[in-house]
Nanobody, 123 residues
Framework: QVQLVESGGGLVQPGGSLRLSCAASGFTLVDYAMGWFRQAPGKERERVSC????????AYADSVKGRFTISRDNAKNTVYLQMNSLKPEDTAVYYC????????????????WGQGTQVTVSS
């Protein structure tokens, strides 16, 4: 059974940091490109960041560039999103996703989705 389980969300003050984790099971993570997406209430889903299967390529939305870092540990079947200098507009449900190619995940398509974790940035 394929599963992507996100964790690490929560409430943080503006300027703070969080690290999201996405644990994969039921498939071989190293064969997939991975991505983080988010959706705020009343807004469309947004691609935050994506990473190729071998970590050689990454991409970020302009809104998070320089603040967020995506990484992966294929040995641990886990993908991370380090979020620094958080802003209230980063508040959203964050989803992890897997796709068979870097191009596919970076253009918002995926083979598997997680259930999401809430990130709230507020004072």
């Amino acid at each position: 059974q394929v599963q992507l389980v996100e964790s690490g969300g929560g409430l943080v003050q503006p300027g703070g940091s969080l690290r999201l984790s996405c644990a994969a099971s039921g498939f071989t993570l190293v064969d997939y490109a991975m991505g983080w997406f988010r959706q705020a209430p009343g807004k469309e889903r947004e691609r935050v960041s994506c990473i190729s299967s071998g970590s050689g390529s990454t991409a970020y939305a302009d809104s998070v560039k320089g603040r967020f870092t995506i990484s992966r540990d294929n040995a641990k079947n886990t993908v991370y999103l380090q979020m620094n200098s958080l802003k209230p507009e980063d508040t959203a449900v964050y989803y992890c996703a897997a796709a068979s190619s870097f191009f596919k995940i970076c253009t918002g398509r995926s083979d598997y989705w997680g259930q999401g974790t809430q990130v709230t940035v507020s004072s």
